[in-house]
T-cell receptor, first 113, second 115 residues
Framework: NAGVTQTPKFRILKIGQSMTLQCTQD?????MYWYRQDPGMGLKLIYY???????DKGEVPNGYNVSRSTTEDFPLRLELAAPSQTSVYFC????????????FGQGTRLTVV | AQKVTQAQTEISVVEKEDVTLDCVYE???????LFWYKQPPSGELVFLIR??????QNEISGRYSWNFQKSTSSFNFTITASQVVDSAVYFC????????????FGDGTTLTVKP
């Protein structure tokens, strides 16, 4: 059981470039989340989805876009990368709103130079 | 708005000492969830515990114990007889029970356990 898989694990982007962070879960979870973790800080919610075709903004959505065309996949798109988006990105999923444990991916470390 | 405060930025102890990590939260919700996560140096997030706001029973799991006090809005975490492998960043988090994965995290406490 792979759980939540994020790709890539590391990436360096130049200012103004775009990229998509991939997140896939094989547990048939309805709820999925994208968080970012800046150095020395806790996680902040970027976007989340409660099911295929449904997404909503979190605390820090500016500069990002998401889509949820399938239950399994929840990609995060960065348009016009900026140094402020240098961070570690975590994807997470839960089966439903009353879960007992969140399943996190291993994280993607992104540096924008 | 929800807020989680972990006032202890860094704690250093010697192996076998007991250590308590503090967590204070703010929320207007009458029901909510509280969590603790561990982030070892390798970077992944490890779920430790979830507590419902209506369940104030303290919990013990091996060397770990949690003290939830609704009256003081605190959810403290104690490691008994600490070990070097406990060295990590520990996060406390708070979430709305209507969307439990939508969490507000504290900034974390870095625990270093020295041999």
């Amino acid at each position: 059981n792979a759980g939540v898989t994020q790709t890539p694990k590391f990436r360096i982007l130049k200012i103004g470039q775009s990229m998509t962070l991939q997140c896939t879960q094989d547990m048939n979870h309805n709820y999925m989340y994208w968080y970012r973790q800046d150095p020395g800080m806790g996680l902040k919610l970027i976007y989340y989805s409660v099911g295929a075709g449904i997404t909503d903004k979190g605390e820090v959505p500016n500069g990002y876009n998401v889509s949820r065309s399938t239950t399994e996949d929840f990609p995060l798109r960065l348009e016009l990368a900026a140094p402020s988006q240098t961070s570690v990105y975590f994807c997470a999923s839960i089966p439903d709103r009353g879960f007992t444990e969140a399943f996190f991916g291993q994280g993607t470390r992104l540096t924008v130079v | 708005a929800q807020k989680v405060t972990q006032a202890q930025t860094e704690i250093s102890v010697v192996e076998k000492e007991d250590v308590t990590l503090d967590c204070v939260y703010e929320t207007r919700d009458t029901t909510y969830y509280l969590f603790w996560y561990k982030q070892p140096p390798s970077g992944e997030l490890v779920f430790l515990i979830r507590r419902n706001s209506f369940d104030e029973q303290n919990e013990i799991s091996g060397r770990y114990s949690w003290n939830f006090q609704k009256s003081t809005s605190s959810f403290n975490f104690t490691i008994t007889a600490s070990q070097v492998v406990d060295s990590a960043v520990y996060f406390c988090a708070l979430s709305d029970p209507t969307n439990a994965g939508k969490s507000t995290f504290g900034d974390g406490t870095t625990l270093t356990v020295k041999p």
